[in-house]
């Protein structure tokens, strides 16, 4: 086996250990949680002052009562997974390092980040802390160089969030399609469902319209964002961070529903003109 068969072997496996750790989105433990959008179908606006009586939840078609709401101060955790592969050299390195810099600043100090790295090969870079100071310092150094191991790059990054506490996103960055995983797009969004995080995709070039990145997003209640420019991600950063902050967090015990397997989510607001995302369901 190679060496850099080796390495993949090593980190995936890690990562899959990760992933068989208790979850907390699973009706086996106190409750489940769901993470909610609400936005203004006409201006596109995040919704604010909503009540657990606004929201309809339903599992697996079972009406359920929403025990509690929260929003605000929830400490939240943002695991960046950024394409390091040759073809983000010169001025799409230099925004992505802007971008993440703009990021970083805007998080408050209960905060946490982590990083992970992908071009031939992922590197978990720097695990969950609230010194970001350390992510910057190797988003500052990084070479670009190598292929795409886009799907490798985003299963690592969403198994970092296993088992953490807090509220969790990742964000994806890539300017290219996958040119060199070995695990299979299935694979990957079948991991996103087991987990608690919401996925966002920014994608340019040849990554945009794939349609893996859309499922891998949909599947956690979040987005994919198709960019022309590396110029923009500095705002789409920002924005997916005022997106995340301003969800609702909704609980509920489940009742009336069997253990096990996956759930179908399905939640609705009693209010008009209201566009509402989250993620289709749960184990």
């Not at 606006?45 to 009540?51: H, N, T, W």
């Not at 657990?52 to 960046?80: K, M, T």
């Not at 190797?138 to 506490?165: K, N, R, W």
């Amino acid at each position: 086996m190679t060496t850099r068969a080796l390495a993949i072997v090593a980190v995936l496996a890690s990562a899959w250990t990760a992933a068989a750790a208790p979850q907390v989105f699973s009706s086996k433990t106190v409750g489940v949680r769901v993470d909610v959008l609400v936005a203004d179908v006409t201006s596109g606006k995040p919704v604010g002052g909503l009540a657990a009586a606004d929201f309809e939840v339903r599992d697996n078609g079972v009406l359920q009562s929403v025990e509690s709401i929260d929003v605000g101060d929830i400490p939240i955790n943002v695991v960046l997974a950024l394409d390091a592969s040759g073809s983000t050299a010169g001025k799409r390195l230099d925004d992505l390092r802007n971008a993440t810099r703009a990021l970083l600043d805007d998080l408050k100090p209960v905060d946490r980040a982590a990083l992970t790295t992908f071009n031939h090969a992922v590197s978990p870079r720097v695990s969950l802390t609230s010194d970001v100071r350390q992510i910057r310092a190797v988003v500052d150094s990084l070479t670009p160089s190598g292929a795409t191991s886009l799907l490798e790059g985003a299963y690592v990054a969403i198994v970092t969030t296993q088992a953490e506490p807090g509220r969790s996103f990742v964000i994806v960055c890539t300017d290219g399609r996958d040119t060199s995983s070995w695990t299979q797009p299935e694979d990957v969004i079948e991991s996103a469902k087991h987990s608690n995080a919401v996925v966002y995709v920014v994608a340019s070039s040849g990554a945009r319209r794939w349609a893996p990145l859309k499922t891998l997003a949909d599947v956690t209640g979040g987005r994919l964002i198709e960019i022309e420019s590396s110029t923009q991600i500095a705002a789409e950063f920002k924005k997916i961070l005022e997106d995340f902050r301003s969800r609702y967090v909704l609980t509920y015990i489940p009742a009336g529903v069997t253990s096990g397997g996956y759930h179908r989510l399905d939640v609705r607001v009693r209010r008009a003109q209201t566009k509402v995302t989250a993620r289709p369901g749960y184990f």
